[in-house]
């Protein structure tokens, strides 16, 4: 069975730091591009960082130095390091799987992630 389950969302004060991570059952890891993806209060649910199935990662501008993706494929989990944390990383937090790889022009797109966890809520205040 296809699983991904997100856990260690809170509420955390602006500059404070969360770990993110994602149980994955189901999916073999060298098949799969993963990637973290939050749903903020616009409609759109954006990407946020992201690891191709040939290693290569990419995180959206607005994280950057802040945020820091990892995978273990022992233990077939995904982890989110958020430090520093805004306002405005504020939402609720997936991770995801596609089929990969995707390279770069397609690696942040939401569209192309197939299997979805239920998502963990964070919540910055300022």
């Known amino acids: 069975q296809r699983k991904l389950v997100e856990s260690g969302g809170a509420s955390v004060q602006a500059g404070g730091s969360l770990t993110l991570s994602c149980a994955v059952s189901?999916?073999?890891?060298?098949?799969?591009?993963w990637g973290w993806f939050r749903q903020g209060s616009g409609p759109e649910r954006e990407a946020v960082a992201v690891?191709?199935?040939?290693?290569?990662?990419d995180y959206t501008h607005s994280v950057v130095g802040r945020f820091t993706i990892s995978q273990d494929k022992v233990e077939d989990t995904l982890t989110l390091q958020m430090n520093d944390l805004k306002p405005e990383d504020t939402g609720t937090y997936y991770c995801?799987?596609?089929?990969?790889?995707?390279?770069?022009?397609?690696?942040?797109?939401?569209?192309?992630?197939?299997?979805w966890g239920q998502g963990t809520q964070v919540i910055v205040s300022s």
């Open positions: 995801a799987a596609g089929l990969g790889p995707k390279g770069s022009l397609f690696r942040l797109k939401v569209d192309g992630y197939q299997f």
């Open positions: 690891i191709d199935n040939d290693g290569t990662i």
């Open positions: 189901g999916l073999p890891s060298r098949f799969y591009a």
